[in-house]
Antibody, heavy 124, light 109 residues
Framework: QEQLVESGGGVVQPGRSLRLSCVAS????????MHWVRQAPGKGLEWVAF????????YYADSVKGRFTISRDISKNTLYLQMNSLRTEDTAVYYC?????????????????WGQGTLVTVSS | EIVLTQSPATLSLSPGERATLSCRAS??????LAWYQQKPGQAPRLLIF???NRATGIPVRFRGSGSGTDFTLTISSLEPEDFAVYYC???????????FGQGTRLEIK
């Protein structure tokens, strides 16, 4: 069973940094691209970042480009999101998400499964 | 940027009734559209991808249709566990852009 467990959320002041982690299990982590998706309290979903299976390609939403960095450590089955220069509008639950694979194909930009999320609150 | 607009914002129905949820794109996304279900306090889960394909383990009462700019998620006969928020998502310009609709809340009448 594919499982994703996020950690690292908390309360941080504007302008500071935070690093989120996501430990993957139940699948071959090194073979699949991974995403971060966030959800502000009471709001909808916003895609944040993606890293391909080999780490050689990364993509970011315009709202976080230049401030956030997605990375992965294959030896630890762990996905990271380094968040710098945090803003109050970055307050959200951050979900770690694997790209979806059906019985026949994998799709980079469909999301499933999702972790349970970790809450990041940016406030002074 | 492609904007997805979902309607209605809230849909009030009873168990056993048929639900029809709409998602409209600001420009054509071909068939690159998905639907997600999110229950309170839980992460979303994928229901439909490529507009009409059910994801693994999704009951047949969930059906997706449409192409271009107009899409529909139909739940043929509502079960108590179907009351949740539903989001559509497009990947037409991937990489690097992905966008979600604002959601439709399906509540018990």
């Amino acid at each position: 069973q594919e499982q994703l467990v996020e950690s690292g959320g908390g309360v941080v002041q504007p302008g500071r940094s935070l690093r989120l982690s996501c430990v993957a299990s139940g699948f071959t982590f090194s073979s699949y691209g991974m995403h971060w998706v966030r959800q502000a309290p009471g709001k909808g979903l916003e895609w944040v970042a993606f890293i391909r299976f080999d780490g050689n390609n990364t993509y970011y939403a315009d709202s976080v480009k230049g401030r956030f960095t997605i990375s992965r450590d294959i030896s630890k089955n762990t996905l990271y999101l380094q968040m710098n220069s945090l803003r109050t509008e970055d307050t959200a639950v951050y979900y770690c998400v694997k790209l979806y694979c059906s019985s026949t194909s994998c799709y980079e930009a469909w999301f499933d499964p999702w972790g349970q999320g970790t809450l990041v609150t940016v406030s002074s | 940027e492609i904007v997805l607009t979902q309607s209605p914002a809230t849909l009030s129905l009873s168990p056993g009734e048929r639900a029809t949820l709409s998602c409209r794109a600001s420009q054509s996304v071909s068939s690159y559209l998905a639907w997600y279900q999110q229950k309170p306090g839980q992460a979303p889960r994928l229901l439909i991808f490529d507009a009409s394909n059910r994801a693994t383990g999704i009951p047949v009462r969930f059906r997706g249709s449409g192409s271009g700019t107009d899409f529909t998620l139909t739940i043929s006969s509502l079960e108590p566990e179907d009351f949740a928020v539903y989001y559509c998502q497009q990947r037409s310009n991937w990489p690097p852009t992905i966008s979600f609709g604002q959601g439709t809340r399906l509540e018990i009448k």
